[in-house]
Each structure stands twice: as C-alpha cells, then as structure tokens.
C-alpha cells in the first residue's frame, strides 16, 4: 500500500502564489505517473499537471502559471502555482499512476 501526503494548500488573493509538495510513503515501485489533479465543488476532478516516464503534461488553464517538478523515480511531487486565479479554487490531490491518491489539500483564492 503507498500512502501520499500532501501539504501547501490554503487562502491566497488573487494573483498570489502557493506550493503544493506530495511526498509517497513508499519508492520501490514502478512510478510512470505522478502528478496533480484537482476537484472543485459540483465539477468533476481533473488534471492539473503530471509528470510521465517521458514527459510533463499540463491543463491549459494552467500553462505558464504552474510548475510540475519531481515525480518519476523520486516519491515527492511539487506543484508551484503562480498568478493564482479564483478559478483556481479547488481541492488538490496527489496521485501516482491514477491508482494511489492523497486526502487532498484545499487551495482558496480569494480577495
């Protein structure tokens, strides 16, 4: 069983900036997919960022404001988010190959 932690959420204003880390319980395995997704209230959860055995893939909504580092052989993630947008609210989740996923972190911006 691998366990994910995440930390970092909370309020910012509009245009503010906030770091998401996520660190796995466990690096022995077969890592091909970790990366960020995130659920806001009456929406389905998405894809925010991840990082792949070959590549970084990012939600357009968040192209040039977020950055996605770790992830891959290494057991933590993080997910630095710039220029932040109301929009942006959510509850942010950890997850590795879209099997393990974390409690979730809640990002709030807010004026």
């Known amino acids: 069983q691998v366990q994910l932690v995440e930390s970092g959420g909370g309020l910012v204003q509009p245009g503010g900036s906030l770091r998401l880390s996520c660190a796995a319980s466990?690096?022995?395995?077969?890592?091909?997919?970790m990366g960020w997704y995130r659920q806001a209230p009456g929406k389905q959860r998405e894809l925010v960022a991840v990082v792949t055995t070959s590549t970084i893939n990012y939600a357009d909504s968040v192209k040039g404001r977020f950055t996605i580092s770790g992830g891959n052989s290494k057991n933590t993630v993080y997910l630095q988010m710039n220029r932040l947008k109301p929009e942006d609210t959510a509850v942010y989740y950890c997850g590795i190959n879209s099997q393990y996923w974390g409690q979730g972190t809640q990002v709030t911006v807010s004026s």
């Open positions: 466990r690096s022995s395995f077969n890592i091909y997919a």
